[in-house]
């Protein structure tokens, strides 16, 4: 049990969440077992659904990673809609200036102007959290309503598709960029594309970093005790700063991946604020305190979500629910999930407690022996 | 008034038989025998880990006993929860206070109680019972003060007050000195005999050899879980109680060989800096501390003492004067670029400032330098170093861990600072200053800092000995500094020390001053 408390506690909140997710069907008039059914063959009942699921959990992997760096410095990251739409617009520029590079060294820059457009985007919070103590979670959250400004501005006006103005339609997207920036395609047929390695290897070398290099090491220990860093000699400010800029980097590379991997290959909102993002800034952080604020537990954590969120469309379509039950299970996952974790803390807390009295009294017993 | 008087209630005998407390492998409480009677201070004895918290919160209800039986006035009782215990007359007082600051004293007295007038505070009742109880045990506390205003010693005397308003009868009081300045101390203890006289029954946990032979009746010894013995106050001597507590002979002070003195290596000049609360913590100290010598500041609490710490390891900013270590000016250096000419600190706050409490033994050992080759290259890891530096240090510092991967919150007080110790030392500093290094920490422990202090001494390292213990500051300093509100109030050589004239100093009495004796 022990091992696997980590692991049973956010499994179980789902669990809870889709009961009380059944019951509101049931309520609804609708069959719950059938809601389920359909929601489980829409999020793995096929080759073409388990793709649909992978591409889904991607940018929240990609987010989720992100947000567990900055979790990691005791720093909350709420500004991963924001940093996803930065990188996106700084990969998208790019490709619309500089179109004729081949494949092989159009989407490594691609990944590059992402990376930088969400590094900027989270480097901003982290300094004025660093240097002039602003709370990190109004300020990414206040950017995040910038960076939709701005990507309306822009797609509405510079970055509009020519073809949109001639026909009149004005619908806020650019033409369709160029095909050497395309992501890969995986499965023939499917959605699923390069970005699933991507998010996945970004995902492997954010466990190597912070647990494997200095400047990890800084993270965490900051994150824990920026006292006791700072009194060791750890500059605190700078890592706070680096945790949000890597955070926001990881967000932007969820961006980038949003466009090129998207079957129009074009950078398209629909004016609201989610309508690019389709929220994954913030369900992200769920697939993050899901998966324990571990990069390794993200993936599978962002799997799952994913499924959630393939399979909450087809029980919509299904059992013809209202659209708002979808996003009002997503909601009890995220009040089941986050409560979970204080379960978890507590049960942590019952072991520690036994560790330690476990401990302290094999101590003197050493002490007698000399 | 309907509550009946304490004073007037027949004391309270309380006897553990057998007691048993198994935790998941091991036996915390091995067939405990424990008694205490009205009108008795019985005082529990032991290092960490012995068991004395394990059978304190057996008492208090927190722990289900596997065996044995508890006899409250020779009737058997299972105590279930707190809430038993303070029925049954039984009180505790926690060595870390559980107080409201933002509060009234009377209203932390009453918090959780009933009202005698319904859903409607009584305060001025309260208030009026905490004055009768303040007279009678000499417990001077306002009612109407807020808990954040008061001195800590004043926030203990609250803590006693709640006890006794729930007509408490048989008090445990939790390292209850460990807070408290000597002043205090003897006020505490005024105030034990008192609540002895009126037919209380005390058990008092302490380290304090010095405390416990002054305050008890008998004196009862934990070791390993099992009572080693239980003994009068008359029949103990502090080597007696510390050889029972170890199990083998302790050496209580150490040997202090002659040392050639080197040059200055921490100059500290006519430094001025704010304290916490936005007063002038320290105003105007100047002190020098030559290699091969433990300076030692002495002092009541609250004098400056953290200021000064923190501003040599450069956690606090100067407002005036200079900070030099080895003759380079550090004023304005951040606390990486001390360490690398040469300080170590250890810290007053350990669990804040010393260690990182869900970071393994290893990670807290490497605090400072894991970023240095060879523990690092290109900015990976060594772990391989890692390891064999912090086995190395483990095995010299005698760190008790099940394993260097262990996280430092499962360790004792006493070996989270010799980890800490460890980290520091392991450099060979130049400087060190060592804040409060024993608080806390048993008798094992701070024989062993003690000593390593001085192996420090001896290797040509200038320390600054921060200490409210004069006992240790007399057995390990070469001059002694008094600091009395941010100033320092003269620095005498060990050897022409007298402790008068330096409890006069931390009152506030300058040297020069000092030799006109004041009337008594």
């Avoid at chain 1, 959290?129 to 309306?152: G, W």
């Avoid at chain 2, 279930?80 to 009180?91: F, Q, V």
Wanted: hydrophobic share 45%.
């Amino acid at each position: 049990m022990r091992r696997w408390a980590g692991a049973v506690f956010p499994v179980a909140a789902v669990v809870a969440a889709l009961l009380v997710g059944g019951v509101t069907l049931a309520l609804l008039g609708a069959d719950p077992l059938e809601g389920f059914r359909a929601m489980i063959e829409g999020a793995f009942g096929s080759g073409r659904a388990l793709a649909d699921t992978t591409s889904k959990a991607v940018p929240l992997l990609l987010v989720g990673v992100g947000i567990t760096i900055a979790f990691r410095a005791n720093v909350i990251n709420i500004g991963g809609e924001g940093q996803i739409i930065l990188g996106a617009l700084f990969a998208t520029i790019f490709a619309l200036a500089v179109p004729d590079l081949p494949a092989g060294l159009m989407i490594p820059a691609l990944l590059i102007a992402g990376f930088v457009g969400g590094a900027i985007w989270g480097a901003i919070p982290g300094a004025l959290k660093a240097y002039f103590n602003v709370n990190e979670i109004l300020s990414t959250i206040m950017l995040n309503i910038v960076a939709v400004q701005l990507m309306n501005y822009l797609l509405r006006g510079p970055l509009i598709d020519p073809a949109e103005i001639e026909a009149g339609t004005r619908i806020p997207q650019t033409m369709r960029l160029a095909p050497s920036g395309d992501l890969p395609v995986l499965l023939e047929g499917t959605r699923l594309n390069l970005g699933a390695v991507i998010a996945v290897l970004f995902a492997i070398a954010a466990y190597v970093f912070l647990w494997r290099t200095t400047a990890g090491f800084r993270i965490r220990a900051v994150g824990l005790n920026p006292h006791a860093s700072r009194y060791a000699g750890i500059k605190v400010k700078r890592s706070i700063v680096a945790a949000l800029t890597l955070s926001g980097a990881l967000c932007g590379l969820a961006g980038v991946i949003l466009v090129f991997g998207s079957e129009s290959h074009r950078f398209v909102t629909d004016g609201s604020s989610t309508g690019f993002t389709g929220n994954a800034g913030f369900n992200g952080i769920v697939a993050a305190l899901f998966g324990g604020l571990h990069p390794i537990g993200t993936i599978p954590a962002s799997f799952l979500f994913g499924a959630l969120l393939v399979g909450a469309n087809k029980l919509q379509r299904v059992v013809q629910v209202p659209a708002a039950l979808v996003v009002a299970l997503n909601g009890l996952v995220v009040v089941f999930v986050v409560s979970s974790a204080i379960w978890k803390r507590r049960l942590e807390q019952r072991y520690l407690l036994e560790d330690s009295a476990k401990e302290l009294v094999d101590q003197p017993a050493e002490v007698d022996d000399g | 008034m309907p509550r009946p008087e304490t004073a007037d209630r027949a004391g309270l005998d309380l006897e553990m038989r057998g007691i048993v407390k198994r935790f998941p492998g091991v036996v915390a409480n091995d067939h405990v025998d424990f008694d205490v009677h009205e009108g008795e201070i019985h005082t529990l004895l032991g290092e960490n880990g012995a068991g004395k918290s394990t059978l304190m919160k057996v008492l208090y209800g927190l722990y289900h006993p596997d065996e044995g039986e508890i006899l409250i006035n020779g009737h058997p009782t299972t105590i279930d929860s707190p809430r038993d215990a303070i029925n049954l007359g039984i009180g505790m007082i926690h060595q870390h206070f559980m107080l409201v600051p933002t509060l009234t004293v009377a209203e932390n007295v009453t918090l959780g109680l009933r009202s005698p007038r319904g859903p409607l505070l009584d305060l001025d009742s309260v208030s009026e019972r905490i004055e009768e109880l303040s007279a009678t045990y000499g417990l001077q506390v306002d009612p109407g003060a807020y808990v954040w205003q008061l001195s800590v010693g004043e926030q203990q005397r609250v803590e006693i007050l709640k006890a006794l308003y729930r007509n408490a009868t048989l008090l445990a009081l939790d390292e209850p000195t460990a807070v408290l300045t000597p002043q205090e101390v003897n006020e505490l203890f005024a105030t034990m005999r008192s609540m002895t006289a009126e037919g209380h029954a005390l058990i008092f946990i302490s380290h304090k050899l010095h405390e416990v032979l002054e305050i008890s009746d008998r004196i009862t010894v934990l070791r390993s879980g099992r009572n080693v013995g239980t003994i009068r106050a008359e029949e103990a001597s502090r080597e007696r109680l510390a050889r029972m507590m170890v199990g083998r002979e302790v050496i209580l002070e150490p040997e202090k060989p002659p040392v050639e003195v080197d040059g200055v290596r921490l100059m500290v000049k006519g430094v001025r800096a704010l304290s916490n609360r936005g007063t002038e913590g320290l105003r105007g100290v100047d002190l020098d501390v030559r290699g091969g010598e433990i300076l030692a500041v002495a002092g009541v609490s609250g004098n400056g003492q953290r200021e000064l710490a923190e501003i040599i390891a450069g956690l606090r900013p100067t407002t005036a004067g200079t900070v030099a270590i080895d003759g380079v000016d550090v004023t304005h250096a951040d606390p990486g670029r001390r360490r690398d000419l040469g300080l170590s600190y250890i810290p007053e706050e350990r669990m804040r400032d010393g260690a990182v409490r869900d970071f393994s033994v290893a990670e807290n050992l490497m605090l400072h330098q894991f970023d240095k080759p060879p523990y690092a290259r290109h900015g990976f890891l060594d772990f391989a170093e890692i390891r064999a530096h912090c086995d190395l240090l483990i095995r010299q510092f005698d760190v008790k861990t099940p394993n260097p991967e262990a996280p430092a919150k499962t360790l004792s007080g006493g070996n989270i600072q010799k980890m800490i110790l460890a980290r520091e030392l392991s450099t060979n500093p130049k400087v060190l200053v060592a804040a409060q290094p024993t608080r806390g920490v048993d008798i094992g422990a701070t024989e062993y800092i003690h000593r390593r202090l001085l192996d420090q001494r001896e290797a040509g390292t200038a320390t600054l000995l921060i200490s409210e213990d004069l006992d240790e500051i007399l057995a390990l300093a070469d001059r002694i500094a008094v600091i009395y509100e941010g100033e320092i109030m003269g620095v005498v050589d060990r050897a022409d020390a007298n402790i008068e004239q330096i409890g006069l100093m931390m009152a506030g009495i300058r040297e020069e001053a000092g030799s006109t004796p004041p009337a008594a």
